[in-house]
């Protein structure tokens, strides 16, 4: 937990990035993916004195994975839905991040939860050896504690994507990442920064009986 609580007090530093990273889950629902679905019967439009009205019932197109990637000092998101979740399409994430979204960084601090797909031999399954060494040696992983997840920033900024943006239902993977693309648009020409404000100190205080009794 305090190896993550540091991380978010470093400071800006266009060299190394501090990247966040989460994949999408059905709210209060634990880690499962995004079920796309769609009506079984069209909608009843709103009108004058009476609210949309919509059926219960729906239909299944199947399941996605949503990544998120924020920037909480640069004040920078980005997300993409995948029909799967597995390490290839980690892999390919980590070069979408290193080589489009960070350039110009020398190193890249990431922070994530302790998926057994979040490992740098994911990169050596997905590119060539020289690839994978090549973008390995700029990433410096950071994982969250289990139960930890409140720690990753990337999950706050889903759970704020999920209430905006996945309160209907979307039946279709293209038409979910334009929705996506669009979000990820408005939230960046905002340049929200994060202001982590809880800190190691404060830990060592607040959540002391997570601490042995010396």
């Not at 990247?19 to 079920?35: F, N, R, S």
């Not at 909608?43 to 609210?51: E, N, Q, Y």
């Not at 889903?158 to 990820?184: F, H, M, P, V, Y």
Request: glycine letters at 4%; charged letters at 25%; a negative charge.
């Amino acid at each position: 937990m305090e190896d993550v609580l540091e991380v978010y007090h470093r400071p800006l530093d266009r060299l190394v990035a501090v990247v966040c990273m989460d994949w999408g889950h059905l709210p209060l629902a634990g880690e499962k993916p995004y079920q796309l679905l769609g009506h079984a019967r069209e909608p009843i439009p709103a009108a004058p004195g009476c609210d949309l009205r919509e059926d219960s019932e729906y239909v299944r197109y199947g399941i996605c994975s949503i990544f998120i990637w924020a920037e909480p000092l640069a004040g920078r998101r980005r997300v993409d839905a995948r029909p799967r979740r597995t390490r290839i399409d980690w892999a390919h994430e980590i070069d979408h991040l290193l080589s489009l979204d960070c350039p110009h960084a020398l190193r890249v601090v990431l922070v994530m939860d302790n998926l057994n797909t979040h490992t740098l031999g994911s990169l050596y399954q997905a590119f060539e050896p020289a690839k994978a060494r090549r973008l390995a040696e700029r990433l410096e992983t950071h994982y969250t504690p289990k139960h930890g997840s409140w720690l990753n920033i990337a999950e706050i900024e889903l759970s704020r994507l999920t209430r905006q943006c996945l309160d209907r239902r979307i039946d279709d993977l293209d038409l979910l990442n334009t929705e996506l693309a669009a979000w990820q648009q408005a939230t960046n020409d905002d340049q929200r920064q994060v202001d982590w404000q809880f800190t190691a100190s404060n830990a060592r205080i607040k959540l002391r009986h997570l601490y042995p009794n010396m």
